[in-house]
Each structure stands twice: as C-alpha cells, then as structure tokens.
C-alpha cells in the first residue's frame, strides 16, 4: 500500500509560481509512474505531467511550457514545478502512484494509477 501526501498548495497572484511536493510512504524512486493531475471545481479530473518508471516525462500539451515534473533521488518526493499561473489553474492538484506497468507506460491516463494523494488546494486571483 502506498500512501501519498501533497503539500505546496496555496492562494497565489496571476502570473506567480507554486511548487508542489508530494511524499510517498514507501520507495518510489524506481519501479513506479508517477504523476500529477488537478481537478477544476464542476469539471473532469486533468492530467499535467508524469514521469515514467524509466524516467520519461511527458505533459499536457496545453501546459508544458509552464510546469515541470521531477522526482527527489534523495527522499521519496515528487514534484511539480508550476510557473506563470492563470485564475483558470485554480484547481486541487493530486499526485497518483502505480506500479509500473508491463502493459506499456502509465502517461496522463488518470485510470493506470492506484494510489492518489488527498489534494493541495491551488488557488490563483486575478
């Protein structure tokens, strides 16, 4: 069972930076996707980056100039980089866990995860 916990959430102004942290319960610097999704209030839950078990990264086409993805060697921490922050990006960012898989990679799929964080809140006036 793997336990993951987002923290980095918060209000920001239009055009600010937030950088998320999520800790996982057990070691996932190798053998497991990794990635964040964020759910918009009334809308369906969207993918922003992952990160393969096998390194690859890969992001929303609409948002990848403005985020990045990382993985902390030295705990057991992923991270995601969001710059230039619109009101739209007003959202609950979850980061999500699986094992990797022999089926082929996890991506921004958000049914190829198993284990979801609770959310940070991210909220972005204008």
């Known amino acids: 069972q793997v336990q993951l916990e987002e923290s980095g959430g918060g209000s920001v102004q239009a055009g600010g930076s937030l950088k998320l942290s999520c800790f996982a319960s057990v070691d996932i610097r190798s053998g497991y996707c990794l990635a964040w999704f964020r759910q918009l209030s009334g809308k369906p839950q969207e993918g922003i980056a992952a990160?393969?078990?096998?390194?690859?990264?890969r992001y929303a086409v609409s948002l990848k100039d403005r985020v990045t993805i990382s993985r902390h060697f030295a705990r057991y921490d992923l991270e995601l980089q969001i710059d230039n922050l619109q009101p739209e990006g007003t959202a609950k960012y979850y980061c999500?866990?699986?094992?990797?898989?022999?089926?082929?990679?996890?991506?921004?799929?958000?049914?190829?995860?198993?284990?979801w964080g609770q959310g940070t809140q991210v909220t972005v006036s204008s």
């Open positions: 999500a866990a699986s094992r990797a898989r022999s089926a082929g990679p996890c991506g921004l799929g958000q049914f190829n995860y198993h284990y």
């Open positions: 990160v393969e078990s096998n390194g690859f990264k």
